[in-house]
């Protein structure tokens, strides 16, 4: 049986429950700090807002997927001009149970800037090493050990063509060993469900799932934690919390929101950073796709840190949401999708959005600012990628720009304006970030360099939330390290 297939949630009994650090929030942030605090024999509570599944509860990527782990079905978005699309994960695991499994380090200057201009101390690349590496062990980070997708390798392909830098992306995955002629290994994401919570749960953690916190309340030197459990099919119950420490991850958009909520505003959700992507879907003359493709491995790195691309899944389903800005085209999704792919072109920006809440709702405000400079970034780094694919043998691409016209031919790039129009230009991200940044910069920094929110005592945020600014890569690599990291300095064990 997989370690994801256990449940081993509790059902709450009356309240209030009691234990001696609570930690709000089962995404990486919070797995690993669970399970580390768990395992040095402290009381652990981890508390999740969603279900607990089985990694193979659902084919990855589908829709069942969107209904039982996504926020929302995955639609969620931040408002502006153009608003950009989201993802946050709902269930134990959070990200790690939906995202693709693409693992970065963070990039040296990265962590420069950030000790720099918000004096975070303690992350220079030395010190963050073998952070990294404990988590790179625990969740199995490798490349893939065989061929690439087809469509991978078209981008690879085309930018080897044009002598820009590509490469290969390790992932959190475990592979088996082939015994099919499958063209493509098959293996098993390393999310939190087959990594850390188990280890959580094993060293004692508890784990309550279906629950929603709203609200958090300091009283001497207890926290006083309200919520409704939601497992009840027929009626929420309320649910009471008491514990001497308080670990919030919930993500960068959900923890500033529980922070606001609750009266804690300094530097709170003043700061949100995103990857905003473009995207566009290539035909080609030739088989680039298939059920079983997975995610594609590759990206071109040669733009970095201003823009990078890479290949995004690809299946039936998110072919046709894609093809939605070209509708006198759908059927080319029936007809030709094993010739089609996804690709996304996506920048670090210089824009900064706001999570905000509103009395009688349930969900934030989520608000994010383009700057022109973004908006020309998108443009320039949507033409190059186009350039590309045509270099990959691409025959027409469908930009995710409403009413603009598909392009067969190189010299047609022209076409694109320099900076993307604000009212057709369709937007996304998968990396919310730097909402309650870290430091000891008190002007810019909601907690300290180890994640204590400043002017609280017992009060910790571990989770996307902490980093400075948008870093440019696939941020779960960076949550990991450095949740680890603030752990074990929690337990003087650093």
Not at 123 to 141: I, K, N, R, W, Y
Not at 183 to 200: D, H, L, N, V
Not at 317 to 342: C, F, S
Not at 418 to 423: D, R
Request: with cysteine; hydrophobic share 35%.
């Amino acid at each position: 049986m997989s370690k994801s297939a256990l449940n081993p949630s509790i059902t709450p009994p009356k309240s209030p429950l009691t234990c001696e650090i609570a930690v709000i929030g089962s995404g990486p942030g919070g797995a690993i700090t669970a399970c580390l605090l768990a395992e040095a024999g402290r009381d652990v509570l981890l508390i999740e807002e969603g279900s607990h599944f089985a990694l193979e509860s659902c084919p990855p990527f589908s829709q069942l997927e969107l209904e039982q782990k996504y926020r929302n079905g995955g639609l969620t978005a931040a408002f502006g001009k153009p608003k950009i699309q989201y993802v946050e994960g709902r269930c134990v695991g959070g990200g790690s149970e939906i995202n693709s499994g693409l693992y970065h380090r963070t990039p040296p200057e990265i962590l420069e800037k950030w000790q720099t201009e918000f004096a975070v101390d303690a992350l220079s690349e030395t010190e963050l090493l073998p952070h990294f590496e404990a988590c790179e062990q625990a969740v199995t980070v490798c490349k893939l050990p065989g061929k690439p997708p087809l469509a991978s390798l078209k981008l690879h392909q085309g930018a080897v063509s044009l002598g820009w830098q590509s490469l290969e992306v390790p992932r959190w995955f475990r592979y088996q060993e082939q015994t099919d002629a499958s063209p493509t290994p098959k293996g098993t994401r390393q999310s939190m469900t087959e990594t850390f919570i188990p280890r959580a749960i094993n060293a004692g953690c508890k784990l309550l799932t279906n629950t929603r916190i709203y609200l958090i309340r300091q009283q001497g030197k207890q926290w006083f934690i309200k919520g409704d459990y939601l497992g009840n099919i027929e009626t929420k119950q309320a649910v009471e919390i008491q514990a001497e420490t308080l670990f919030i991850c919930c993500g960068a958009i959900q923890t500033p929101a529980l922070l606001r909520r609750s009266g804690i505003t300094n530097n709170i959700g003043n700061s949100l950073q995103m990857h905003p992507t473009v995207k566009v879907i290539a035909q080609f003359n030739e088989t680039v796709n298939s059920v079983d493709m997975g995610v594609p491995v590759h990206q071109v790195k040669e733009f970095a840190p201003r823009f990078s691309f890479g290949c995004s899944i690809s299946s039936p389903p998110y072919l046709a949401v894609g093809m939605t800005d070209h509708p006198q085209y759908r059927q080319q999704v029936d007809e030709n999708w094993q010739k089609m792919a996804i690709y996304y072109a996506m920048i670090t920006g210089s824009g900064q959005g706001s999570v905000r809440t509103l009395p009688g709702f349930r969900d934030p405000l989520v608000r994010y600012r383009l700057t022109q400079q973004d908006l020309k970034d998108l443009s320039e780094a949507l033409q190059k990628l186009s350039q590309l694919l045509f270099e990959a043998d691409a025959k027409i691409l469908y930009p995710s720009i409403s009413n603009f016209p598909r392009l067969t031919q190189p010299n047609e790039l022209k076409q694109i304006p320099e900076t993307l129009p604000k009212s057709q230009t369709n937007l996304m991200t998968v990396h919310v970030m730097s909402s309650c940044p870290m430091g000891e910069n008190l002007e810019k920094c909601a907690v300290n360099s180890f994640g204590k929110v400043h002017g609280f005592n017992n009060l910790y945020i571990s989770d996307a939330s902490l980093l400075c600014t948008a870093p440019g890569v696939n941020p779960q690599g960076s949550i990991m390290a450095i949740a680890r990291r603030n752990a074990l300095k929690f337990l003087g064990k650093l």
